[in-house]
């Protein structure tokens, strides 16, 4: 079983670059990223497999975030440029089951952090 711990969140002006990182124990898992907004779904942001291969990324971000992962240290990354107050959202990253088949739904992942709070002002 996974346990997941965020962090890295926080208030940024528009334009501005944030990086967030989740630390995961108990395995190496397919990592991703979803974001919620007041008001809305919880929505796929992008995922990692620990070969380090991902999927494509959100349309709403692509170009300005990137994901990685250090699988030395069991620890995902987001690095977020080109914030804009769209962005604004709470953050959760969440490790994956052994069954991958689709990494855009949130039902395949498995455990989940506890979300941290990323605020871009206009």
């Known amino acids: 079983q996974a346990q997941l711990v965020e962090s890295g969140g926080g208030l940024v002006q528009t334009g501005g670059s944030l990086r967030l990182s989740c630390a995961a124990s108990?395995?190496?898992?397919?990592m991703g990223w979803f974001r919620q907004a007041p008001g809305k779904e919880r929505e796929f942001v992008v995922a990692?497999?620990?070969?380090?291969?991902?999927?494509n990324y959100a349309e709403s971000v692509k170009g300005r975030f990137t994901i990685s992962r250090d699988n030395t240290k069991n620890t995902m990354y987001l690095q977020m440029n080109s914030l804009r107050p769209e962005d604004t959202a709470v953050y959760y990253c969440a490790a994956a089951g052994t069954l991958n088949f689709d990494l855009t739904s949130r039902s395949t992942y498995l455990y989940w952090g506890q979300g941290t709070q990323v605020t871009v002002s206009s």
């Open positions: 108990g395995g190496t898992f397919t």
């Open positions: 990692i497999r620990p070969s380090g291969t991902t999927t």
